[in-house]
T-cell receptor
Framework: AQKITQTQPGMFVQEKEAVTLDCTYD???????LFWYKQPSSGEMIFLIY??????QNATEGRYSLNFQKARKSANLVISASQLGDSAMYFC???????????FGRGTSLIVHP | DAGVIQSPRHEVTEMGQEVTLRCKPI?????LFWYRQTMMRGLELLIY????????DSGMPEDRFSAKMPNASFSTLKIQPSEPRDSAVYFC??????????????FGEGSWLTVV
């Protein structure tokens, strides 16, 4: 069963606008962590942001924020003030404490245009 | 601090040849993961180690694939014999479980393998 679902294969956004990348997950483990990674065309996987299942507040890192809705099992990434350099693949991932295995979604391709 | 270091960055080899991919995790990290990324299957976990011990290798596609971690600072992923369908980007990643900030999994730059 797919544990991480990213329903948007591709997204377009204009420079300086905000964009939301969707991620839903499935787990029965009460303790888990959620991650977002960026993969530019050069191929490396760059960690962006982390949210723990018990964190009361949404995680933020600079222009990145994670809209965590636990009841809906949703962990959307919000990028504010998009920049051309944000064009990349974005992966949502989850790790359950009981298994410790990180599981990744299929990714969303984001293109920022001028 | 140095990140996860992988070598080679790019490898082109002929079908049937042995391929060895190498990884040096971040010092102090006690978990090491090997992933394979393809367009068709996305990011797949092949195997992971904890304190140099293989914990779960259920993702290893077949007996042609093997992985070792002889010490805390080095791991290898070997494919013998290689086949064209093994062409992919292979990522090594490491993580430390002992601290909150260590929940982050750090990736190497990947090894781009092409088998012709």
């Amino acid at each position: 069963a797919q544990k991480i679902t990213q329903t948007q294969p591709g997204m377009f956004v204009q420079e300086k606008e905000a964009v939301t990348l969707d991620c839903t997950y499935d787990t029965s483990d009460p303790s888990y962590g959620l991650f977002w990674y960026k993969q530019p065309s050069s191929g490396e996987m760059i960690f962006l942001i982390y949210q723990g299942s018990y964190d009361q507040q949404n995680a933020t890192e600079g222009r990145y924020s994670l809209n965590f809705q636990k009841a809906r099992k949703s962990a959307n990434l919000v990028i504010s003030a998009s920049q051309l350099g944000d064009s990349a693949m974005y992966f949502c991932a989850m790790r359950e404490v009981r298994s410790y295995i990180p599981t990744f979604g299929r990714g969303t391709s984001l293109i920022v245009h001028p | 601090d140095a990140g996860v270091i992988q070598s080679p960055r790019h490898e082109v080899t002929e079908m049937g040849q042995e391929v060895t991919l190498r990884c040096k995790p971040i010092s102090g990290h006690d978990y090491l993961f090997w992933y394979r990324q393809t367009m068709m299957r996305g990011l797949e976990l092949l195997i992971y180690f904890n304190n140099n011990v293989p914990i779960d290798d259920s993702g290893m596609p077949e007996d042609r694939f093997s992985a070792k971690m002889p010490n805390a600072s080095f791991s290898t992923l070997k494919i013998q014999p290689s086949e064209p369908r093994d062409s992919a980007v292979y990522f090594c990643a490491s993580n430390i479980a002992a601290r909150d900030s260590g929940n982050t999994i750090y990736f190497g730059e990947g090894s781009w393998l092409t088998v012709v």
